[in-house]
């Protein structure tokens, strides 16, 4: 079997194990509780979901219905509020629901960017695109202490694996032991 369809096979066996977790993008105890949205099994990034909510709902309008002049005021009307109200010391302060339709503007304007770059006028579209990988690049450096801390001060925090990751790590083992069986059996060793 070629290298390249075996690692897609085991990545497949991987998914099998963890789709579960994969989109949460955060432990799943009830510190992070608001934080994730969980549908049946499914654990998903409750930001991650809103702003590919905002990018769903814009970027076909902006693809097919909005001309080249209005893209740039559509980018402008959804990046500078995301931008500026979702800086690190004002984000975590907004109620939930703020947060959610921030990151759903922050869809938009990807939304937007994209639309320019691939359709139009597209320099600013360029210039969007890399203004919206410099922001999240910056925000997430500094987002990143903070988000430390709700561990760090967890009463669970050094007892092992915690309650957050408590399925993960489930997961992982009941994919580690797969993959031996698999290896085993295409060895002949079982």
Known sequence: MSSLLQRALERLHWWRHAWIFEWAHKPLCDAYGEDVLRIGKLHLCRGCSALGLGLLFL???LLAGIGADARPLAFAASFLPAAILSHPRLHSRWPR???DLLRASAGCAVASGIAMAF??????????LALLALTRLVYARQRAPRRLERCTSCPENGAGVCSGYAL??????????SA??????????S
């Open 59 to 61: 970027g076909p309008l």
């Open 180 to 189: 031996w069986r698999r290896e085993a059996r295409r060895r002949g060793l």
């Open 119 to 128: 359709a139009g006028p597209t320099g600013p579209g360029l210039v969007a």
């Open 168 to 177: 993960q790590a489930e997961s992982i083992r009941s994919w580690e032991e």
């Open 97 to 99: 629901v703020v947060r």
